[in-house]
């Protein structure tokens, strides 16, 4: 797929509005990927990105730890935009902090506006995309039957009811985020993708086989699922390679951690975190 350095002014204004999809990949505290629904970013100018933060969450201080982020961007048309982008600074006042909080979103809001914007130099764009419908359709259908004979019995369940069925949907979009050979994160569309088990999430390759037959088994791996109602869900773990499951190709990858990435509250839920007093106020 064809990349450059820089967005026209028809991609500027096509990416403006909040009313999108916009994930950013960022890589954490141990250089495992980490995938967040910031629907805020947008492009300032040919060269430069932004988003306006509105909530707190580990992306922000991921990004200030190791400033190479990956993004994806799907507006209501159904267009695409992938790339990579360099975090530089962050400002509490002038124009761009004014300009976000002067969208309706924003601006309308009884309870929060943005409080702080967040700056990078795009790197690298792809071409405008869209979701190739075909492949997306025959990769569901190849995973769907055959993801029962990829089906695991383990004894602990880190997606729970709630992620199995969120991962479930035929309505849930999914996306997969790993760190590239340049050490950029990377995303991928895995529409396809549906959890096996409470521990496992298999996909067909079929959609996006070219990116998708890079992920080599053994790296790190962040499965991103989300509704159009806004339900969502982080999940990591070890990707394990490519294997026919009653005769038909699945990647499988094993769950080792859960994320809510649903505002007022994000937090881990697996590994559980016990429960410790407060002891400073």
Known sequence: MKTRKAFTDDEIAALKPNEKIALVATINYEGLPHVTLLTSLLALDDTHMALGEF????????????????FLILTMAMD???????????????AEYEMFNEFPMFRY???????????FDLMQANE???????????????TLISKWAAKQKKLEKPLGEYGLQ?????????????????GFPTIVPV?????????????SPKAYCQELSNLQQGTPIALYALTLKMENILTRGIFKGYKRYAGIQLGACDINYVYNSMPPVHG????????APVKEF
């Open 80 to 94: 695409m935009w992938r790339g990579k982008a360099l975090y530089t600074h962050s400002a509490q006042e002038g």
């Open 191 to 203: 529409i396809q993708a549906k959890a096996s088990d409470p521990g496992t999430i298999v996909f």
């Open 128 to 142: 405008k995309e869209r979701l190739p419908l075909g492949a997306i359709a025959r990769a569901t259908i190849a």
């Open 166 to 182: 969120l991962f479930n949907r035929l309505d849930a979009l999914k996306f997969a985020a790993w760190i590239d050979n340049d």
């Open 268 to 275: 881990q839920i697996y590994p559980k975190i016990p429960l």
């Open 109 to 119: 809001n009884t309870y929060f506006g943005i409080n702080t914007v967040h700056f």
């Open 55 to 70: 909530s707190k969450g580990l992306s922000k201080e991921y990004f200030k730890k190791n400033n190479s982020i990956g």
